[in-house]
């Protein structure tokens, strides 16, 4: 890095909750996975190749949760994904006929075809539908710098009072990361970004160097940094903490002030699978007749004010995020020059984002992120886009500070994952989580089936600690899933946990926990201390 530059780190948190069904032909909440690759990680990945093939130098950072890697990997989730994109090539030759004499709807349905068409191409000919593999190739070639997540995406606060389990989590995630792209991981993402002190001992103890937190930890850090969220802090265990800059979220993520909500972006509410005749468009919606979302959008976003929406216009919507993108672009730049000379340093400015948020919710938004790239490598010379590792690198000297409990989403400090929607759930999540750690010293020096019953509970908990169904629960989308599923993970624990206590092993039990929910082969229960 230029020791006069800023640095710029683009961070991508790549996470969906563990949802596999095996026992059902269809699944309604499997298709969360296969919108994402087909909506934001194909696109994404299309991007970076497309910029590597121009020779453009950026570096990115990207995190996958343990949970997304064994849905990207497994052969089962890999074979639906394939069938998902499928069924929608095989539907638009109707939605083609449908569309005759409607030039502004057939253009539309063209778009999707020939981007079905080539995005299936990347998935099954080109990376042999091995999305994880290419994310390795892109890391091995110097692009991106690939970063941990605890292993179910729990809210890791909660379990500050049962560090065994912290441990568990964050060592098994470390585990399933160097088994999944062959290097130890030098950062993690908290899920939700979601810290207490000293929530970083237990990231230092997995040789982790740097996670990231919200600005609002910077602001109340005792002391407060020079710098505010433009300079990593370093913790009392040496782990770095870097801050999201607020101004650069809000510009992305604001619902009234995002680029997302642009009246020539695509509504993602205004579905075929919603809009059109049930008995129409019964080959690409849920057999049972289930209304559901497709991926066939067709309407943009037209009056954000209103219900009043118009047919999408797929070129002048990548038109308009190529203009955003320079607006961005033009921002991040000023704004680097109004710090550095507030700061007498270059500034370091982090922009952290879901990265779903980039395609599935916000179609558009791998089209704005490579222009914006590629902005970034030509047109300035006010920051380098670039990683937290390299920025460690160069900033070997770092404040120390103490940061104060905080998470993102609303309320910034817990909120959406301790409402009343969760009341019954935390207890019932602790009892299972004592019990479990109980167990572990009851059978110390264990028999080998027993210490394979142990890992199959061990998996249970971690799948009911994931902070989606909390979110879910609070956020009332899917409510009734996400409790089936904490519910779910609960009744097998507790079934385990009978076997055990009555001393007759059941071989089919446990297979058929293992069947269900394959997770986590590195596991280790002396992670568990």
């Known amino acids: 890095m230029s020791p006069r530059r800023g640095a710029l780190v683009l961070m991508l948190h790549a996470h969906l909750p563990w949802v596999r069904h095996p026992e059902h032909p269809f699944f309604l909440e499997e298709h969360w996975l296969f919108e994402a690759v087909v909506e934001t990680y194909l696109p994404l990945l299309e991007s970076c190749r497309a910029m590597v093939r121009d020779g453009v130098p950026f570096r990115l950072t990207v995190d996958v949760s ?55 191409r990347l998935y099954v000919k080109t990376l042999d539908r091995d999305i994880l593999a290419e994310l390795s190739r892109l890391a091995r070639d110097g692009v991106l710098e690939l970063a941990a997540c605890p292993a179910t995406h729990p809210l890791l606060p909660l379990l500050m009072d049962r560090p065994a389990l912290l441990r568990g989590q964050i060592r098994t995630a470390v585990r399933e990361h160097e088994r999944v792209f062959g290097v130890a991981p030098r950062g993690v993402w908290l899920p939700e970004c979601a810290y207490a002190p000293p929530l970083e001992r237990y990231l230092a103890e997995a040789d982790l160097r740097w996670f990231v937190v919200d600005a609002h930890a910077f602001d109340a850090a005792r002391p407060r940094p020079a710098a505010g969220v433009h300079a990593p802090l370093s913790t009392e265990y040496g782990v770095a903490a870097f801050a999201r800059d607020i101004d650069s979220a809000r510009q992305v993520w604001s619902a009234q002030f995002g680029y997302p909500g642009d009246p020539l972006y695509r509504e993602f509410y205004r579905d075929a699978g919603w809009d059109l005749p049930a008995d129409y468009v019964a080959p690409i919606i849920d057999p049972s007749g289930e209304r559901m979302f497709t991926g066939l959008k067709y309407h943009r976003v037209t009056d954000r004010a209103g219900s009043r929406r118009e047919i999408y216009d797929p070129e002048a919507a990548r038109a308009r995020a190529d203009l955003h993108a320079g607006h961005f672009f033009d921002a991040r730049v000023a704004a680097a020059r109004a710090l550095a000379a507030r700061l007498g340093r270059p500034p370091v400015v982090v922009c952290p984002y879901d990265a779903e948020l980039f395609g599935h919710w916000w179609f558009e938004g791998p089209w704005f992120l490579e222009q914006f790239v590629r902005k970034m490598a030509y047109d300035q010379d006010e920051l380098e886009l670039t990683t937290p590792s390299d920025v460690l690198g160069r900033f070997p000297e770092r404040s120390v500070a103490s940061l104060e409990a905080s998470s993102w989403g609303a309320g910034g400090y817990f909120e959406m994952w301790l409402t009343h929607a969760n009341e019954g759930r935390l207890p019932a999540l602790a009892a299972v989580e004592d019990r479990f750690l109980a167990l572990l010293a009851e059978y110390e020096g264990r028999a080998p089936f027993v210490d394979r019953v142990l890992k199959q509970m061990a998996r249970e908990v971690m799948l009911a600690e994931a902070s989606d169904w909390a979110f879910l629960a609070a956020a009332g989308t899917a409510s009734s899933y996400a409790q089936s599923r904490f519910r779910g993970h609960v009744d097998r624990f507790a079934a385990l946990d009978r076997m055990l206590s009555e001393g007759a092993l059941d071989e089919a039990l446990v297979a058929e926990c293992e069947r269900r929910d394959p997770l986590f082969p590195s596991l280790d229960l002396a992670d568990f201390v």
């Open 66 to 120: 343990p949970t997304l890697a064994a849905m990207l990997a497994d052969p089962l989730l890999r074979k639906r994904t394939t069938a998902y994109i499928d069924r929608l090539l095989d539907f638009l030759p109707r939605e083609a006929e449908r569309a005759a004499g409607n030039p502004a709807l057939a253009k539309v349905v063209a778009f999707y075809r020939e981007r079905l068409t080539r995005l299936r």
